[in-house]
């Protein structure tokens, strides 16, 4: 996660209010929310930031499901409402995310900030920051429509999907998966079988 303020000089008020206050840029972008789920190993963190992108994208795709223009896009959408969890469960995930907005004028624009110390006036590890900021990230892609471009990949990595019909975060990915199905071994022992009737006869090398 980059540094608030990173680039910009704060006016001397904002310099003052940076020293303190630990604070949360509002500005990540999706990439940085990527980097973060795929750094490193899995902890409560990001399981609960999966969750509550889990729970997003159901809660759009039950508003959504009976406007799907294909059947496909349909089936996507019933899978997305089964792995999503209940509206309770969401505000449980989303009620640990204390923060307070402040706005900072910077030399390219003002930005919007947030003070991340509890109610309980406890002041956050980088750790927690970098979840607030992650879940904020999320928050601010389901507002703008945009959250169902965040998916996980077959080998487990996250990726931004360029294309609504997108399930691999690479090329390399998708050759893998497509060899190592039962379709595509069926397919393979078919071709075997007609290439070694060929050769039998004499009719190839």
């Not at 997003?56 to 496909?72: E, S």
């Not at 970098?130 to 990595?157: F, N, P, S, T, W």
């Not at 975060?169 to 079988?193: D, I, N, P």
Request: aromatic share 8%; net charge positive; hydrophobic share 35%.
């Amino acid at each position: 996660m980059s540094e608030p303020g990173t680039g910009a000089r704060p006016t001397s008020q904002g310099l003052q209010l940076l020293r303190e206050y630990q604070l949360l840029a509002s500005e990540n972008t999706p990439e940085q929310l990527i980097s973060w789920l795929n750094a490193g190993r899995k902890t409560p963190a990001k399981s609960r930031i999966e969750r509550i992108t889990q729970s997003l994208k159901g809660q759009r795709a039950l508003a959504r499901v009976g406007a799907a223009k294909t059947d496909a896009e349909r089936q996507r959408q019933i899978r997305l409402i089964r792995v999503s969890v209940s509206p309770l469960e969401l505000d449980d995930l989303l009620a640990r995310y204390w923060v307070s907005p402040r706005v900072f004028f910077f030399p390219e624009g003002p930005r919007m900030l947030y003070v991340t110390t509890d109610p309980h006036g406890k002041r956050r590890s980088k750790a927690d920051r970098d979840e607030i900021a992650a879940a904020m990230c999320v928050m601010r892609l389901a507002v703008r429509d945009e959250l169902d471009r965040v998916r996980k990949c077959h080998c487990g990595q996250y990726f931004l999907a360029r294309r609504l019909d997108q399930i691999y975060c690479s090329t390399k990915c998708r050759v893998r998966y497509h060899q190592s199905s039962e379709e595509f071994k069926a397919q393979r022992r078919k071709y075997l079988r007609e290439w070694y009737r060929l050769r039998m006869s004499g009719k190839v090398k």
